[in-house]
Every structure is written in C-alpha cells, then in structure tokens.
C-alpha cells in the first residue's frame, strides 16, 4: 500500500518565525512530489513541486526532498498569520497522474 | 488566471438517487482527474481521464460511479445509486501532463441524507 505520512500538528509558530512541515512516503517509485495549502472548507492549493533531490525555492517557500530517506520538507520562512491553514503533501503515484495525499499537518502562525 | 470550475457546490440528494457533479478544467489541459474528500480525513483519488478513456481508477471507483467529457469543455461524474457514505467533498483536477502539477476546482460538497 503507497503511502505519504504527515503529523497531523497542530504545528504552532509565532508570526515571522520559520515553520518546517514534514513528510514521509513509503513507495521509492514516487518521483515527484507536491506541496498543497488547503483552508478550511475550500480545495488544494498548489503551493509548489519538486522532483530532484535537493531544496527549491519559491519566495518564502522552500521544498527539499531527500530520495534515500524518502523525505520531503517544506519550509515557511517569515511566517504570517494568513499561512494559518492546512498543509497537504502529495506524492505522484503513476503515469497516470494518480496523487497520493497524507493527511495534513495543521499550521498555526500566532501574530 | 485560468481556474477550473465546479457546479453545484453544494448537492443535497436522497440515498439511492443519481447525482451528476460537474467540471470546467483550464482549457489547455488534458489530464482530468476527481478526487474526494470526507469531512475530516485524506483527499482520496478517484479517477484519472485522458483522451477520453479512464486511464486509473482506484477501489472507491465502483461501478456506481462513472466519468465523462460530453462535449469537450465539461468533464462530469455520475454516482448512479447514492450512498450515506458517498457524503463528502468532491474536486475535479486537472493538469497539462499527467506529471505536472494538478489545479483544483473549488469543489462540490455533497450530502446524502
């Protein structure tokens, strides 16, 4: 069964700090990976994906992924209480587009 | 910005009874995907769709359910028989490559009573 772990928080950080939000996921054939925010009652939000090993950024967003630990981090910097929501780490699954999602980690950013 | 769209957003139905749940992807994508979500738990796939077959589908995707692109532009699922346990947050997706990065719609909350 692939899966993709997440700690379902809440993750709390005071505003301006940087929040770390981790995942792990079990199938070595998954090579792409996604990070997405989702607030309360709405859809997925693409936040941003990553498919080399290594760390990418994206303004106050970086995504690092580690192959060999089958890891994938993403890091908030100069948190705001408006990034107060869910955050959904998705592996792709097949050719077929197929995403697998953990089930989130709550993030908390208290002014 | 393109975005998809979804129609109703929310659909209260009486179990045993069809529902369809609708979809506009961005126009220049051609991989289209559903996914649920319970009140609570994991966003769940359902179904990938391209060239106007199913390309995946997963174990919730029985046959009560079915997928179609009627007339180029919508991309629908049916549920034939309503179950209680069909009651969640339905997205549609949508990529350029089946790859790439998926774009949500804003979902359809459904409810069966």
């Known amino acids: 069964q692939k899966e993709v772990e997440q700690n379902s928080g809440p993750l709390s950080v005071p505003e301006g700090a940087i929040a770390s939000l981790n995942c792990t996921y079990s199938?070595?054939?998954?090579?792409?990976f996604f990070w997405y925010r989702q607030y309360s009652g709405k859809s997925p939000e693409l936040i941003m994906f990553?498919?080399?090993?290594g760390d990418k950024e994206d303004g106050r967003f970086t995504a690092q992924l580690n192959k060999a630990s089958q890891y994938v981090s993403l890091l908030i910097r100069d948190s705001q209480p408006s990034d107060s929501a869910t955050y959904l780490c998705?592996?792709?699954?097949?050719?077929?587009?197929?995403?697998?999602f953990g089930q989130g980690t709550t993030l908390q950013v208290k002014p | 910005e393109p975005e998809v769209t979804q129609t109703p957003s929310h659909q209260v139905t009486q179990m045993g009874q069809e529902v369809i749940l609708r979809c506009v992807p961005i126009?220049?994508?051609?991989?289209f995907y559903w996914y649920r979500q319970i009140l609570g738990q994991k966003v769940e796939f359902l179904v990938s769709?391209?060239?106007?077959?199913?390309?995946?589908k997963s174990e919730i995707f029985d046959d009560q359910f079915s997928v179609e692109r009627p007339d180029g532009s919508n991309f629908t699922l049916k549920i034939r028989s309503t179950k209680l346990e069909d009651s969640a947050m339905y997205f549609c997706?949508?990529?350029?490559?089946?790859?790439?990065?998926?774009?949500f719609g804003p979902g359809t909350r459904l409810t069966v009573l």
């Open positions: 998705a592996a792709l699954s097949s050719n077929t587009g197929k995403l697998i």
């Open positions: 199938d070595r054939g998954s090579q792409s």
């Open positions: 990553i498919y080399s090993n």
């Open positions: 126009s220049n994508h051609l991989y």
């Open positions: 769709f391209y060239n106007n077959e199913i390309s995946e």
């Open positions: 997706a949508c990529s350029t490559v089946s790859y790439n990065e998926q774009f």
